[in-house]
């Protein structure tokens, strides 16, 4: 097991070293000199003796007059050590702006997998079950349509519905102003409500990704000769269908999920801007209305890792389970 | 084959009338459609001089949604085809060529797996400011891995064939059998697959463009959404009609590119 994390913690290597040298690439890319930016915004050009001296300051505090390759180094050496740098549009270390939103993304990103999860898995089995029958047919024309629809128009519509018109949830937020106060269950229960919306909405696509993927290898896996005998052994349908057919059915599928995390991560960015949900989604948004490329750079780079991280959780998962894999090897 | 369905008729119908609004549009709004022309907050059908109403800018939303359809389609086949030109030549050279070319090239595919791609788009046009051509690219740049994968087995597939072996031992050069013997064989699942990469560009510039990172200067289906946000609670139309517009395109599309892959390809019909 140790072995085997180990070798794809190496292979993870050199997609690490491209996402920085890529990361890199789009800093240089980017045009205007930072120095002279920030130079501008404090206000501090004006043609005085001052100003180029307070630029080439600024230009060595950011490490900008050495040459590129050097640049590079000091790059790879901050992000090893996990340093982000500074965010000046938002005055404060990127580190701690991604630490404070972490855990209101993570609350929203793993309710709709776990929701998306579950329900296009049961529907995919269902569809399966009675293929071409009225459910499966009613199934993939809705699929069709999740598949079809933006997902920040559809928050916004469901914002329009429930939020403006009905009124049975909240507009936007994360918890009411000063919930704290009416203690911790309360506070639980008002979240659970600022979170119904965001996470249906975030997880639309994604159950039609499942119930797609579940249904067709659940159509496969019902043709299998041991399905028969399951069957002609007298088992209940349940038992056939849940036990025996979608346990083997079911792996395939789990190698969506690491690809479907860099997907919830980018819906987040539009969910979390409609919904004022305060998340690294936000967050990116904000970077980008404030122009703040360093930002968005640490944003791609730790929500690349993730994805890593998510796919090899996945492929440990996916070895316990199939006991055709050996994972010692 | 089975006959066509109810669900593609409609869907090529809808796609013929998205099309013909997208050319007749100078002609049946002439003018700029970021021009205030009505008053403000039009309900639609309250003045039937502006069918669908106008926003809180006074912008008619009818020239808005015919403008913004030939945005829609100009950046949805435009980076459909960058995102088709990508993946087919790292596909047929990873697929042709094997060894070091094969791995240098899977590892980028890899690689771009990895990193999400509609915040690798956002960050691209944010770096180089948006512009429609800027838009294309970077979507362009961000979609190209599932084509180059399927591309790169198809080939992968011709590239022992006899006829294959024949060629190059009567001779022919290299490039002259890809493109003659091994290209037009081992395009076919991609091209029909064509319009669902068109849809996915569409769906993806519509939320670049909502996040104000579309081109300033153009008005798109997604900058429409976006500036209605503003009036949620009192022109809700403002969001809907736009939306209800880029949701009929990609289902169009998604749905002809449905039928085609089950015309061509046997093995997917049920």
């Known amino acids: 097991m140790k072995a085997f994390i180990q070798r794809r913690l190496l292979q993870f290597l050199p997609l690490v070293f491209g996402i920085c040298a890529l990361n890199f690439v789009l800093i240089q890319l980017a045009p205007g000199d930072l120095a002279e930016v920030v130079a501008g915004e404090t206000g501090q050009v004006e043609d005085g003796a001052g100003s180029a001296e307070y630029v080439a300051e600024l230009r060595h505090s950011f490490g900008l007059d050495v040459p590129a390759w050097a640049q590079l180094a000091a790059y790879l050496k901050r992000l090893v050590t996990f340093d982000l740098g500074y965010s000046h549009r938002f005055g404060a270390p990127v580190g701690d702006l991604i630490r404070e939103r972490v855990a209101a993304t993570a609350l929203l990103g793993v309710s709709s997998l776990i929701l998306a999860v579950g329900v296009g898995v049961l529907l995919g089995v269902l569809c399966a079950r009675w293929r071409n029958g009225r459910l499966d047919r009613a199934v993939s024309a809705a699929m069709a349509l999740c598949y079809s629809v933006p997902v920040f128009w559809l928050a916004l519509m469901l914002l329009v519905v429930f939020g403006v018109k009905l009124q049975w949830f909240p507009i936007g937020g994360m918890q009411e102003v000063g919930i704290e106060a009416a203690g911790p269950w309360a506070q639980a229960r008002d979240v659970l409500w600022h979170l119904v919306l965001p996470v249906v909405t975030l997880a639309v696509y994604s159950t039609a990704v499942y119930a797609r993927f579940t249904r067709a290898s659940m159509v496969d896996t019902l043709q299998e000769d041991y399905i028969r005998t399951a069957r002609s052994k007298g088992l209940s349908e349940l038992a056939v269908v849940f036990r025996h057919a979608l346990r083997n059915a079911f792996l395939p599928v789990l190698t969506l999920i690491g690809a479907n995390v860099g997907e919830l991560l980018a819906g987040s960015i539009v969910i979390e801007t409609v919904f004022s949900w305060p998340g690294l989604g936000k967050l990116t948004y904000d970077a980008v209305v404030n122009r703040d490329t360093s930002l968005l750079l640490s944003l791609l780079f730790l929500s690349s890792l993730l994805v890593m991280a998510a796919s090899l959780l996945v492929d440990i998962l996916y070895a316990r389970l199939d006991p055709r894999i050996d994972i010692k090897r | ?231 949620i609670r009192t022109g809700w139309y403002m969001i809907a009609i736009p939306g209800v517009a880029v949701m009929l395109t990609v289902w169009s599309l998604n749905v002809l590119g449905d039928t085609l892959n089950q015309y061509f390809n046997p093995k997917l019909r049920d």
């Not at chain 2, 403008?67 to 030549?89: D, K, W």
């Not at chain 2, 990193?115 to 979507?139: C, D, K, Q, T, Y």
């Not at chain 2, 104000?212 to 009036?231: F, K, Q």
């Open chain 2, 1 to 231: 084959m089975k006959k066509l369905n109810l669900q593609t008729w409609i869907g090529a119908a809808i796609l013929l009338v998205v099309v013909a609004t997208a050319l007749l549009a100078p002609l049946l709004y002439p003018g700029d459609p970021l021009d205030m022309s009505a008053t403000p907050y039009l309900v639609p059908g309250q003045d039937w001089h502006y069918p669908l109403g106008s926003d809180l800018m006074g912008r008619d939303l009818a020239a808005g949604v015919a403008h913004g359809a030939r945005v829609s389609l100009l950046v949805g086949a435009a980076a459909a085809a960058l995102t088709l030109l990508i993946g087919v030549v790292f596909g047929t050279l990873a697929g042709y060529w094997g060894g070091w070319v094969d791995n240098l090239l899977m590892r980028l595919t890899d690689f771009f797996q990895i990193v999400p791609r509609f915040l690798l788009a956002i960050i691209l046009v944010s770096v180089l400011e948006p512009s429609v051509w800027v838009v294309v690219l970077s979507l362009g740049a961000t979609s190209w891995t599932h084509t180059a994968r399927v591309v790169r087995a198809e080939v992968l597939a011709l590239r022992h064939r006899e006829y294959v072996q024949a060629g190059l031992a009567a001779g022919m050069g290299h490039v002259r059998i890809i493109l003659r013997h091994i290209l037009p064989n081992a395009l076919t699942p991609i091209l029909v697959s064509t319009s669902i990469v068109v849809a996915g560009c569409i769906l993806a510039e519509s939320g670049l463009s909502f996040l104000g990172l579309g081109d300033p200067n153009l008005l798109s289906w997604g900058a429409m959404i976006g500036t209605g946000r503003e009036a």
